[in-house]
């Protein structure tokens, strides 16, 4: 088992920035690739992004491309996400889960999940 507790939500003013945080716990962290998600109100979970194990392979939504940032430090078994130019509509509960199969596409299955963080953008 993975244990994936996020942090680092909030409320911020469009244009801000915040930066999220998923501690991960019980496994060896190396071992999994990681990713990132986002369920508005009344919509359907999507990818954001995500991250090989080693971290030399990301992928992003088109609609984050050049505004967030996934990383990861494998000594400190943590994942980040960097959001940037942040606008209203990337508002949503941000969950990060972990992959054992490795990759980073938006059809990989994610095995482990947490339990999120909201994200409020105001406009």
């Known amino acids: 088992q993975v244990q994936l507790v996020e942090s680092g939500g909030g409320l911020v003013q469009a244009g801000g920035s915040l930066r999220l945080s998923c501690a991960a716990s019980?496994?060896?962290?190396?071992?999994?690739?990681m990713g990132w998600f986002r369920q508005a109100p009344g919509k359907e979970r999507e990818f954001v992004a995500a991250?090989?194990?080693?971290?030399?392979?990301?992928n992003y939504v088109d609609s984050v491309k050049g505004r967030f940032t996934v990383s990861r430090d494998n000594a400190k078994n943590t994942v980040y996400l960097q959001m940037n130019s942040l606008k209203p509509e990337d508002t949503a509960v941000y969950f990060c889960a972990a992959t054992y199969f490795g990759g980073t596409s938006p059809a990989q299955k994610f095995n482990y999940w947490g339990q999120g963080t909201q994200v409020t953008v105001s406009s």
């Open positions: 019980g496994r060896t962290f190396s071992n999994y690739a």
């Open positions: 991250i090989s194990r080693s971290g030399g392979i990301t």
